[in-house]
């Protein structure tokens, strides 16, 4: 019964998602109905000490992300960089090639270290107007961004500095270049096979005369291309943010060390900051102020005529994608509360003797059912990780191929419908889930196999 529970409450939720409504408002319903039915009287305590805890912790660390990240978005499709940069990738591979250049832009921001919410906002005006000019289908952007940034760079490439691909360093004593050639495979698996399936859904979607359509909401404005900057300009802040994200990161462990103690400067009553925790975010905070200002230095004269109405519609969707992923967030965290999320934790542990196979399929579950994939890959490995490592030990399985599988299983299911990422996209590019879903929910079926082909690889060639 607690695990029927739990699958209501999960049901529920991708299902008003995929409707449409606001996960703001649902999120919580559903959490709370969970716990309702659990037991009644805890209520009110898991809505003030669990939910409304995980949301604001959420808001806290990442808001300014989102914030800065949507400012930067703006100011690049503002001032004409992004059609510039669209012109010049048009006139380098073609208007037939506009699907391939915005999964190659995300996969270098995102194995850059950009975070993956930022690249959703920063993707977008170059998407739309690619798009445009290619007449592709605007439904099919979501789909594409996701394969470009949510997929191979994320977790299975070697070497991303995504968290995804930090967590399992900390259970199998290993690094973020793990299982490299089982990594690198993989990636490109998820690449070449969603590639063919995102021109595959391009061409249909030709044949059937549809193109990229009007009346959509969130559109870019329009920059008359007499004033549009050069490419080689236009691309600066891109390339800043990716290597400033990686000079922070660098940095701001050095110059602090591990905690900052307010109380050596008179401040006894605020709690010491643990910097390992923060220093990514920092970074990449740092990282897009640089983008920002490289942009207005520029493009000035470009970006001050309407600056004012485009930063607040910027602070608008970042209030909305920031406070759509923390109700995720928070719904997951009452579901990994409850008794059970330990009872399909033990008996996925229980059912599947592979470590492997038993890893990847625990990791994408619990994924998949917090919607977060560092969310559920730290309750797997929480939970599970010792013994992963005792039977891989025991079987000869190097920890590195552990890592591997556990950093690629968490991007499996973990986009469902009520996935904080995917909601974000959504709102970023004003479509819905029924409009544009079902090429998201693709690239989560294909990175779910890719998961099984790499442990293939391994027990019929030994590849690591």
Do not use: C
Request: hydrophobic share 55%; net charge neutral.
């Amino acid at each position: 019964m607690d695990i029927i529970i739990i699958l209501l409450a999960l049901f529920f939720l991708m299902f008003v998602a995929y409707r449409g409504f606001s996960v703001i408002l649902f999120a919580p319903i559903a959490a709370l109905f969970a716990v309702l039915l659990t037991d009644p009287g805890h209520v009110l305590p898991f809505f003030s000490g669990v939910f409304m805890e995980k949301m604001v912790g959420f808001i806290k660390l990442y808001f300014p992300v989102f914030l800065l990240g949507a400012i930067f978005g703006k100011v690049i499709e503002m001032s004409g960089f992004a059609k510039s940069i669209t012109r010049a990738v048009i006139k380098l591979i073609g208007p037939s090639r506009a699907m391939l250049a915005i999964v190659l832009v995300g996969a270098i921001l995102t194995y850059g270290g950009v975070s993956l919410f930022v690249v959703a906002f920063a993707l977008y005006p170059f998407a739309s107007e690619l798009f445009k000019m290619a007449d592709i289908p605007k439904r099919l952007i979501p789909g594409t961004i996701a394969l470009g940034a949510f997929t191979f760079t994320m977790d299975a490439f070697p070497g991303t500095p995504q968290i995804q691909n930090i967590i399992p360093t900390t259970f199998f004593k290993t690094d973020t270049w793990a299982a490299p050639w089982l990594g690198l495979i993989g990636g490109l698996f998820v690449l070449g096979v969603g590639m063919t399936y995102l021109e595959w859904r391009r061409r249909k979607a030709a044949r059937a005369g549809e193109g990229y359509g009007t009346g959509h909401i969130n559109e870019p404005d329009q920059i008359p291309d007499e004033n549009l900057p050069n490419a080689f300009i236009a691309i600066l802040p891109l390339l800043l943010v990716g290597i400033f994200n990686k000079v922070f990161t660098s940095m701001i462990p050095k110059y602090y060390g591990t905690v900052f103690d307010f109380s050596k400067i008179g401040m006894k009553d605020v709690p010491p900051v643990e910097i390992p925790k923060l220093a990514a975010v920092w970074a990449v905070e740092g990282a897009l102020v640089i983008g920002i200002v490289t942009v207005l230095i520029f493009a000035f004269k470009q970006v001050k005529n309407n600056f004012n109405a485009g930063i607040n519609v910027s602070i608008g969707g970042a209030l909305l994608a920031t406070l759509n992923t923390a109700s995720e967030y928070g719904f997951g965290g009452v579901i990994a509360a409850l008794p059970g999320f330990a009872s399909v934790n033990k008996g996925m542990a229980d059912t599947i003797q592979d470590p492997l196979v038993n890893e990847a399929v625990t990791t994408t579950a619990l994924a998949g059912i917090t919607g977060s994939a560092s969310g559920g890959l730290s309750i797997a490995l929480a939970t599970m990780g010792d013994k992963y490592v005792e039977q891989a030990d025991k079987l000869g399985i190097d920890p590195e191929v552990l890592h591997r599988v556990a950093s690629m299983a968490s991007g499996g299911m973990d986009t469902l419908p009520h996935n904080g990422a995917v909601i974000t996209l959504l709102a970023v590019t004003g479509l819905t889930h029924k409009q544009s879903y079902l090429d998201i929910f693709a690239m989560t079926v294909i990175k779910t196999i890719a998961v099984f082909f790499v442990i293939g690889l391994y027990y019929l060639f030994g590849i690591v």
